[in-house]
C-alpha cells in the first residue's frame, strides 16, 4: 500500500477514534501504561488558573500546562480538553492560539496542554523511537486530571494543531 494512502488512512481511523467517548477502565490499567508518577517538585494544583505539572512519565520527566477553570470546585467531575501543540510549537503557544483556556473558564472544563520533549518540539505519532513514550504521556496526563482533580473520564476530548 502506498504510504500516501496509508497515511490518509491512519489519519481517517485517528479521527473516527477521537470522535468515540473514551473507556476508562481505572481498575484494569494496560499492562503497557503505568500511572504517572508526579515530580517531589509537583504539587497537586487547588486553585483556578495556570499551572506547570512535571510529571515522570515512560521513564521521562514531562510536562505540561494545564488550566483549571474559575470556579472549580473539587468533587465535580468537569469534562477534560487535551490540547497537543503542532510541530515546533509549545504548550503556552497553544493555551495562547486556541483560547481555550477562557473557553474554559465560560463553560467549566478542564484543559490540558501538553508538550513535546522530541526533536524540534514533534510529537511522535507514527511506530519508532518516542511514539510509545508519547502516547504513554498523553494518557498519564489525562489520568493526572481524572485522579487529582476528578476529570470526567467519560467526558474527555483531545485536540490538536498540525503535528499535534
Not at 510536562?63 to 490540547?83: C, D, R, T
Amino acid at each position: 500500500m502506498p504510504k500516501k494512502c496509508l497515511f490518509v488512512l491512519l489519519t481517517f481511523s485517528l479521527l473516527i477514534m477521537a470522535c468515540q467517548p473514551l473507556q476508562v477502565d481505572l481498575a484494569a490499567p494496560a499492562a503497557t501504561i503505568s500511572a504517572p508518577t508526579p515530580s517531589a517538585s509537583a504539587s497537586v494544583p487547588i486553585g483556578s488558573g495556570d499551572h506547570q505539572v512535571s510529571v515522570q512519565s515512560a521513564g521521562i520527566q514531562r510536562e505540561f500546562l494545564l488550566h483549571i477553570p474559575i470556579g472549580y470546585q473539587k468533587g465535580v467531575h468537569y469534562p477534560l480538553v487535551v490540547a497537543l501543540h503542532g510541530r515546533g510549537g509549545t504548550s503556552a503557544e497553544m493555551a495562547e492560539y486556541t483560547g481555550f483556556s477562557n473557553k474554559a473558564d465560560q463553560e467549566g472544563f478542564i484543559v490540558i496542554y501538553p508538550q513535546a520533549v522530541w526533536e524540534n518540539r514533534t510529537w511522535m505519532v507514527v511506530s519508532g523511537a518516542g511514539s510509545l513514550e508519547d502516547l504513554t504521556f498523553v494518557w498519564d496526563a489525562i489520568t493526572y486530571a481524572i485522579d487529582t482533580l476528578g476529570a470526567d473520564s467519560e467526558r474527555v476530548c483531545v485536540t490538536g494543531f498540525s503535528n499535534g
